[in-house]
């Protein structure tokens, strides 16, 4: 499989620090120097198919195909629009395009997971081209009363189209169940049968174990991804890491002993927007032209679940 097209649609809204400061017990200070953050965008009467139909329609643009070249669709969302019906099945709708598609939520990871779904379709002759879409809305998901979360997150969506080829290397994805420690739950119903349903409860993340999660497995995802490609750290050109935390992100490149320049970030003016994070990255390098044909990329990415996801590929564009 190859990456043949990325694209990506953020909410014009620019929420920053200071604003924050209008209605939460926090400070610009505070928020900098944990995390990095700066900026995030935030919805405001967007939604997330008209961000992911506009993220889907510029990656099928950068690819040169049209929709009617797609055989499958990926959305990847922690929560779409609708329960029901999926984003997958709008978007199929807004592009245009005659295929099946189905959304899934591997949290934080889900773009690679979304990536390597893809791949598996792909490789195996079941599909020539996949479209992948991650879009995201935590600002729905978030208590905006709970400063320790809701200055975290921004929203947005990041597309890409993979096709035939062998850019992509290997992954590895895993999965440690854990429903404490990050969780948000549900309008629960109303049953009059349902003896053990669980009242609604906004994002709750148990912030410094997810922090210990991210700083202790990613590294060790990336090496043995490395070790099983028989490459090294230093071979990769670019790391393109989940966008939650700055602080994780230099505690990953120290680990790898690695330079800043292969560790590019956005997470200064988008916060941390779940799976689209490195969806946007990826296509915002790819439109500045930060990559070159035959460069190697390691991504990786954690989150609720616990999840993570790590890939090594090929940057096979021109
Ligand atoms: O996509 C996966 C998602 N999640 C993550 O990646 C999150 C990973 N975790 C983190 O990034 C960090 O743990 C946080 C940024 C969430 C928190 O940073 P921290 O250095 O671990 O801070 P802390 O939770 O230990 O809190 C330190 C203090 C606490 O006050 P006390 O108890 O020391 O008095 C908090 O109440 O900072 C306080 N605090 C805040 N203060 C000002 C928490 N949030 C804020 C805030 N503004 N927004």
């Known amino acids: 499989m190859n990456i ?7 909410p014009k809204f620019e929420l920053d620090n200071q604003r924050l400061t209008t209605f939460l017990d926090t400070s610009d200070e505070w928020i900098t120097t944990r995390t990095g953050i700066h900026t995030r965008r935030v919805i405001t009467d967007e939604t997330l198919l008209g961000m992911g139909l506009e993220a889907g329609a510029k990656a099928l643009e950068d690819s040169g195909l049209e929709a009617k070249d797609i ?6 969302t922690v929560q779409a629009d609708t329960v029901t019906p999926s984003l997958a099945c709008l978007i199929q709708a807004g592009l245009g395009a005659q295929c099946a598609g189905v959304d899934i939520n591997g949290a934080c990871a889900g773009f690679v997971y979304a990536l390597d779904l893809a791949g598996a379709l792909i490789d195996s002759g079941r599909a020539r081209h996949v479209l992948v879409v991650c879009a995201e809305a935590m600002s729905r998901l978030c208590d905006w009363t709970d400063r320790s979360t809701c200055v975290l997150f921004g929203d947005g969506a990041g597309a890409a189209v993979c096709g035939p080829g062998e850019g992509y290397l290997r992954a590895r994805l895993t999965s440690r169940g854990d429903g404490e420690i ?6 629960p119903g109303n049953s009059p049968f349902a003896t053990a349903a669980q009242p609604y409860a906004p994002m709750h993340m148990a912030g410094q174990e997810v922090y210990k999660f991210a700083v202790s497995t990613v590294p060790k995802d990336l090496l043995a991804l490395l070790e099983g490609a028989g490459l090294t750290p230093d071979q990769v050109d ?52 930060h990559f070159r044909k035959g460069d190697l990329l390691a991504l990786s990415a954690f989150g609720a679940g616990l999840t993570t996801g790590s890939c090594l590929l090929k940057w096979t564009k021109e």
């Open 4 to 10: 043949c097209g990325t694209g990506s649609s953020l």
């Open 71 to 76: 055989d499958f669709i990926l959305c990847s």
């Open 182 to 187: 990050m969780y948000m739950r549900p309008n």
């Open 238 to 289: 670019h790391y393109l890491l989940h966008q939650a935390n700055k602080r994780i992100l230099d505690a990953v490149r120290t680990r790898l002993r690695q330079g800043e320049e292969k560790f590019p970030s956005n997470i200064h003016c988008r916060g941390n927007t779940s799976s689209a994070s490195l969806a946007i990255l990826l296509d915002e390098l790819n439109r500045a032209g």
